[in-house]
């Protein structure tokens, strides 16, 4: 039988480059993305490729498009959907804050716990989250999006522990990538420009920070997603996977070695 894999986010970079790799090995791959004009291009690029994936829009945040996956077999859910914000906590407005947990813990929950129904009928299945490296360290003026995913790590961790508990063969593990070049980290940077440049503490550094940033991830980012795609392929497939799975592996060994030293 084949396996049916379930990816959130997958009109855009790791999503949709895990999927396109995912059903290149076999299995059904249901690429859903935030909008329908992602599905359509998505939809597009399948035929242009000559590859099959199932495509509709699955905005995690909107409660009908969750209840989409009720009736479906889904042998593998990556929550690979995310959103990122930015700016200091001393003046960030929660809001944004919130809006960032929303996307990245709460409704990535939500839809979680739907899919968790049916594998713990059948006994079996497989939950990736796809957090970050900034979910293992705290990354200033990142925080609104590494407050998200430190969550959403402890949240993985916390669910394996239960779902062994449960004794129902369901796998968690999480995905945690470090820099790569999607625009994810460019989008996430500039949001805070749009308010920073009026009554910020910070407004008088705002354009030698927005150097430095342009600086640390031309220097950062990895150009291909492949190295990340093959974790999440990795954990995908292994029968009893990892707890992390993190790429580029030199960044992995940053954290660890950062998390040794106090950081
Ligand atoms: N790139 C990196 O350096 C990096 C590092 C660590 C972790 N990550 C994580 O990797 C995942 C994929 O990121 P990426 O780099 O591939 O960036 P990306 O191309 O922006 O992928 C994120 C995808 O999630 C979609 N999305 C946003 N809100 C959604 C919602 N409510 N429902 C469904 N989909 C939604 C986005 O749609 P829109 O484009 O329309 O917003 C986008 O297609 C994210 O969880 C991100 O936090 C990325």
Redesign the pocket.
Known sequence: MKKTILI????????RDAAFALAARGPQVLA????EE?AQALRDECLQRGQALQVFK????DAADREKVLPLTIDVLIN?????DSGSLAEVAVNRIRAVFE??LF?TLELTQLVLRGMIARSRGTVLF?????GRLPVPFLMP?SMS?FALSAAGAGLRAEMDQLGKQIQVALIE????H????Q?MTERKYDWMQGASYFAGQAEKMKAKEAREFRFL?ARSTDSIVAQIVKAAEARRPRLRYVAPWIQGLGVRLARIFGA
């Open positions: 959130t986010g997958a009109g855009s970079g790791i999503g859903t993305t935030f909008n992602q699955l905005d995690i945040t690979n959907a995310g959103r990122g996307i990245n409704a796809v957090s970050s490296v900034a999006y995913k990538p470090g820099a790569f999607t625009g994810f980290n989008a980012e």
